[in-house]
């Protein structure tokens, strides 16, 4: 039986792709995914990496289950733990893997929105 780690309170996570070359090292396989980083507020995140440890020494998969936005029970398989100390206490960071079927990107743009006063739209056609 595969080890969990349960989120039983707060938000849904929010996943985020990251750049980091070496996670490719992580995805190899028969199965085409993708890894994806969150981060978790937690009271116990040094024992929560330990459980991680300890189920990869064993050879064996640990999931992180949660809640999706829509209150759905979902399960991804986590590849990499870290223990980072805030201010406001232990965040675990966790990289997961999803399969690349899964996934839905939105875009977040912050920028400037003046450029589109500039825009002609007179020769569209």
Not at 67 to 91: Q, S
Not at 92 to 118: A, K, Q, T
Request: charged share 30%.
């Amino acid at each position: 039986m595969d080890e969990k780690i349960t989120i039983i309170e707060g938000p849904s996570p929010i996943f985020e792709m990251t750049p980091d070359i070496w996670l490719h090292g992580l995805v190899e396989g028969a199965y085409q995914a993708e890894i994806v980083a969150t981060r978790l507020r937690t009271f116990n995140g040094s024992e929560l990496v330990e459980r991680c440890q300890h189920a990869w020494q064993e050879q064996q998969t640990i999931i992180l289950e949660y809640k999706t936005m829509d209150g759905l029970l979902a399960e991804v398989p986590i590849v990499a733990a870290r223990k980072l100390d805030t201010e406001d206490g232990d965040v675990l960071m966790l990289w997961v893997r999803f399969p690349d079927d899964s996934i839905e990107l939105g875009v977040d743009y912050e920028g400037d929105d003046s450029f589109d006063d500039d825009l002609d739209t007179g020769d569209l056609s």
